[in-house]
């Protein structure tokens, strides 16, 4: 076979993929393709640069493929290109550091299997966050984690569950109302409390893990959707402060996570920063970032970094935040428009409408 038709078929490829994302259906063989644009936009990139290989200046058959895979390239890359370092930070850096105002997280998807639960302890003890949240975890690992954490940690509220969807969240800081929620599925948790800082300032925490499209168990993305649009419901109209946290099985990119966030008025403290790629762990090239931390815009940078390898498919992540609500015009969100809010609406209420997503 010729050289050119397999570039051909590989740029093809390249364009595909692109596409395949833009139908907003919720079917998992859709959803998967919002997950690798790191990876696509590479691929993209590589058939463009080969293609001129074989490019025929009077052929203008050609001019058009590489019309194409320029397009895909620019609109992978401009999906990608809020979470490098070049990117303005929107989430600013802390001004002031006052350890009253300050508040740690440490989240980790344990993996429910993982029998090298020791290698949790240690990163936890490593990091000694004020706030611990850790998903897939059973009474198993509620009992090792409860045996070895420092007594420090006086707040807890716990939900361990056989199905890979149990949390256990523990805290230095009191609690307020703690309630455990269960928003789509009454096998799904999520828990939203109130948080006491030691400056007396109260903030609003929600901690979520809903269910990933998957062909076995949900083959569509309905029911994450509808959890992460109620929570962003629930951040917009509240009176304080808020930060959500978890493993939401879905990329910060993906039409949802953005529509989560816009409709949340909330901030992603990744951008700017880095990808921060939490899953898979035990893969070296396909990995994106699944577990998140959103936060009002009361609250500034400290620290923003990945978790040592706790044998888990998950590498867990550490946030420490200033609580600056002074500072909080500075780095406003943007207000949702009324599309937004009417398709937020809509997911939260499990509707998907078939449309390209653009």
């Known amino acids: 076979m010729k050289l050119k038709p397999i570039l051909q078929i590989f740029g093809g490829l390249a364009i595909i993929l692109t596409l395949i994302p833009l139908i907003a259906i919720d079917y998992w063989w859709i959803r998967i393709f919002d997950f690798p644009h790191i990876q696509l936009t590479i691929l993209t990139f590589t058939a463009l640069v080969t293609y001129f290989m074989r490019f025929e200046i009077k052929r203008a058959g050609d001019y058009l493929f590489v019309i194409g895979l320029l397009s895909c390239f620019i609109f992978q890359l401009t999906k990608i290109y809020p979470y490098t370092p070049f990117a303005d930070y929107e989430v600013l850096e802390a001004k002031n550091n006052n350890p009253e105002k300050t508040i740690s997280l440490y989240t980790a998807n344990v993996y429910q299997k993982n029998k090298e639960k020791e290698k949790l302890i240690q990163d936890i003890k490593k990091h000694n966050a004020d706030i611990l949240l850790f998903v897939e975890t059973n009474t198993g690992w509620k009992e090792n984690i409860d045996a070895n954490i420092s007594k420090?940690?006086?707040?807890?509220?716990?939900?361990?569950?056989?199905?890979?969807?149990?949390?256990?969240?523990?805290?230095?800081?009191?609690?307020?109302?703690?309630?455990?929620?269960?928003?789509?599925?009454?096998?799904?948790?999520?828990?939203?409390?109130?948080?006491?800082?030691?400056?007396?300032?109260?903030?609003?925490?929600?901690?979520?893990?809903?269910?990933?499209?998957?062909?076995?168990?949900?083959?569509?993305?309905?029911?994450?959707?509808?959890?992460?649009?109620?929570?962003?419901?629930?951040?917009?109209?509240?009176?304080?402060?808020?930060?959500?946290?978890?493993?939401?099985?879905?990329?910060?990119?993906?039409?949802?996570?953005?529509?989560f966030y816009n409709v949340a008025e909330l901030l992603d403290i990744r951008k700017g920063r880095g990808f921060y790629n939490t899953f898979d762990a035990k893969s070296f090239i396909m990995r994106w970032p699944l577990d998140h931390i959103f936060i009002s815009s009361e609250f500034r940078s400290l620290e923003v970094s990945l978790g040592s390898d706790i044998n888990s498919d998950h590498f867990p992540t550490y946030t420490k935040l200033s609580y600056e609500p002074e500072n909080a015009l500075e780095q406003q969100p943007k207000k949702p428009t009324e599309n937004q809010l009417q398709r937020a609406k809509e997911q939260a209420n499990g509707v998907q409408k078939v449309e390209l997503d653009m």
């Open 152 to 259: 420090d940690y006086k707040y807890k509220v716990a939900v361990p569950l056989n199905n890979t969807y149990g949390m256990l969240l523990y805290s230095k800081f009191k609690l307020i109302e703690p309630q455990v929620k269960y928003l789509v599925d009454k096998d799904i948790p999520s828990i939203h409390t109130q948080v006491l800082l030691p400056s007396e300032d109260t903030i609003q925490l929600y901690t979520i893990h809903p269910t990933p499209p998957m062909p076995q168990h949900n083959p569509k993305s309905s029911d994450r959707d509808a959890e992460m649009m109620k929570i962003a419901n629930l951040s917009r109209q509240s009176k304080h402060p808020v930060l959500v946290i978890g493993d939401f099985n879905d990329v910060a990119w993906s039409a949802t996570t953005s529509l």
